[in-house]
């Protein structure tokens, strides 16, 4: 950090005499330049600076002892507030309102006693204003004993009082907002294993009775939905509805290498299929862990997201992954708690420079920018509660609980690991060709079922199809054969194919479609004079098929044409009408 002769104004006459008064000084010097460099000489006497430290205000000097406490430097955004701001004034004004002789806050004591400085540092998420103490005058103080002593015991009965807190939480079933002290945020790991530094407590608490009373157990359904999926996205059909939305899973599978902007992997695909339900769950963890262009923020629901500023989520991500090391294996944790934690000590966890301003995040509801930090648990606390409920419980990392069924989680923890079912459920099909998979059925067999078939709506643990002309006709445009149909069910079917079924695609095969269903405007007169004459008037080209003297098909949408050269005729039918 800068030192003191860095940090006084050399152009500012003013100032420099309001601190060498707060100081009990005379400046010999008239000159701003060599005035600074007076005060900076005696500003680190060691009696001097013990005699204007132990008498600042209690809440100037815990501001101080917090700031030296942060190796003497720290985000001015928490600094300001959490011990106020400096009120920005001129010259003029400064001398008008003396506000040395009048702080507003803790912060403005420390500034016009030049205890502290304000100025941008070079830092991870590139340049950040820190408040800070000059160097030579954090060594002076350390030297001389001054912030020893008030902080520890401070932070001593905090933490006595934190952990009486915790308990009575856990023993009388209570939720309470804790207001810890606040911290500088810690550089994310490089690696998304490395743990949290031992002494490092995990934020939050245990989880009270009522906040676990109804668990949701992680599990590896995000496996058989990415299957539905892909199934959906090479056939061209609308995704069905899954525990996943349709563009989370596909911003998903993206990062994990199996689709890309023209469609999907084949190969990737074939693989991701086929692997074992561990090994498949793993790929797509460990994407979704690596990923700089999957963005839990955009994802938000009631959020939109306006202008061209950038977030960065995998440092976010990281940064909150590594806040959870330390939560007790299998340990219900509070939600609530959890993240008011973090906003109490890491509130800037994703804000560069903790800037709250910049970001246009509107609410839909109502059209509201979400600016400041006020909106900070509609956003950042919002983002936290959605990396824990989606991500993380999605992929088998956390268990979920709440307080009563279909309510809102309140609790977590690691999820057992355990070991993947096998993928050796049987198939069923009917002598109607419908088709039923359990969803324990090998992935990559459901995957070719569903291209040779219409979907039915599925039921909690299987999915039902049904082979139809319109169906095979879609699967032989992609280069697929009734005969592979049945290859794969002979290998996965609980009982031999129905022999009608197996006759209906091998006639199919050879012949193509011969029945047709559809559905008929027809015409009936009572004698064939009034076809006749009808067939000869001008609504004879919206005229079709003849089914008999008196019977002729309507062309489709053209029911009101011929009803009306009815009326020309002089007769008035009975009929319907289509829209």
């Avoid at 506000?99 to 205890?115: C, I, N, T």
């Avoid at 892909?230 to 349709?246: F, H, K, N, V």
């Avoid at 109502?366 to 409920?389: K, N, S």
């Avoid at 009936?524 to 005229?543: G, I, T």
Wanted: hydrophobic share 40%; aromatic share 8%.
């Amino acid at each position: 950090m800068p030192s003191l002769a860095q940090t006084l104004p050399s152009n500012d006459i003013g100032f420099l005499r309001i601190v060498a008064s707060l100081w009990g000084l005379e400046l010999a010097s008239s000159d701003p330049a060599e005035a600074a460099i007076e005060l900076s000489e005696s500003l680190c006497d060691a009696e001097l600076l013990e005699e204007v430290v132990v008498t600042l205000p209690k809440d100037a000097r815990s501001s101080l002892e917090s700031l030296a406490g942060d190796d003497g430097r720290m985000p001015w955004v928490a600094f300001a507030r959490r011990f106020g701001e400096v009120r920005e004034m001129g010259p003029g004004k400064r001398d008008r309102d003396q506000p040395h002789l009048h702080p507003g806050s803790a912060a403005e004591v420390l500034w016009y006693r030049a205890l502290i400085g304000r100025k941008f540092f070079d830092g991870e998420k590139g340049p950040q204003e820190f408040a800070f103490i000059p160097d030579d005058l954090l060594m002076a103080m350390d030297f001389a004993g001054l912030l020893e002593g008030t902080a520890q015991v401070e932070e001593e009965a905090a933490v006595y009082a934190d952990d009486e807190e915790s308990m009575a939480l856990v023993e009388e079933d209570e939720i309470v907002e804790k207001t810890p002290p606040v911290k500088q945020a810690p550089s994310p790991k490089t690696k998304l294993d490395a743990p949290t530094p031992p002494d490092e407590k995990a934020p939050g608490r245990p989880a009270s009775p009522a906040e676990k009373a109804c668990p949701t157990p992680a599990n590896d359904r995000v496996l058989d939905d990415a299957c539905t999926f892909l199934a959906a996205m090479r056939l061209g059909i609308e995704m069905p509805g899954t525990s996943l939305p349709a563009p989370i899973m596909r911003d998903l599978l993206q990062i994990a290498g199996l689709i890309n902007a023209s469609g999907l992997n084949p190969e990737a695909v074939k693989s991701f299929l086929e692997a074992p339900r561990q090994k498949a769950l793993a790929l797509l963890l460990e994407s979704w862990q690596a990923s700089e262009r999957f963005d839990e923020l955009r994802q938000l629901q009631g959020l939109s997201f306006e202008g061209a500023w950038t977030n960065q989520p995998l440092v976010t991500r990281e940064f909150l992954l590594n806040l959870l090391e330390p939560v007790p294996d299998s340990q219900w944790w509070s939600l609530g708690a959890f993240v008011r934690d973090i906003k109490t000590k890491y509130p800037d966890y994703q804000r560069p420079a903790g800037d709250y301003d910049s970001w246009f995040i509107k609410r839909e509801a109502d059209g509201i920018f979400l600016r400041g930090f006020a909106h900070w648990d509609e956003v950042d606390g919002a983002l936290i509660r959605y990396l824990m409920c989606g991500p993380l419980h999605w992929l088998g990392v956390l268990d979920l609980a709440s307080t009563e069924e279909n309510s809102a989680p309140s609790a977590f923890k690691s999820h057992s690991a355990m070991e993947s079912p096998l993928e050796n459920g049987k198939i069923t099909v009917s002598s109607q060709g419908k088709i039923t998979v359990p969803r324990l059925a090998p992935r990559a067999a459901r995957y070719q079922i569903a291209r040779f078939c219409e979907w039915e709506e599925a039921k909690a643990d299987e999915y039902r199809y049904r082979v139809s002309a319109g169906s095979l006709k879609r699967a032989k445009e992609q280069g697929l054969k009734p005969e592979h149909l049945l290859g794969i069910l002979r290998k996965h079917l609980a009982a031999p194919i129905p022999p009608t079924l197996v006759k209906a695609l091998q006639r199919w095969d050879a012949n193509g479609s011969e029945a047709r269903v559809e559905s008929l405007a027809v015409l009936k007169v009572s004698k064939p004079d009034v076809l006749k004459e009808l067939r000869e008037s001008r609504a004879s080209r919206f005229l079709g098929e003849l089914l008999g003297p008196t019977t002729v098909v309507i062309q489709a949408g053209a029911q009101g044409k011929v009803l009306a050269a009815l009326t020309e005729m002089g007769l008035l039918a009975e009929g319907q009408v289509d829209d």
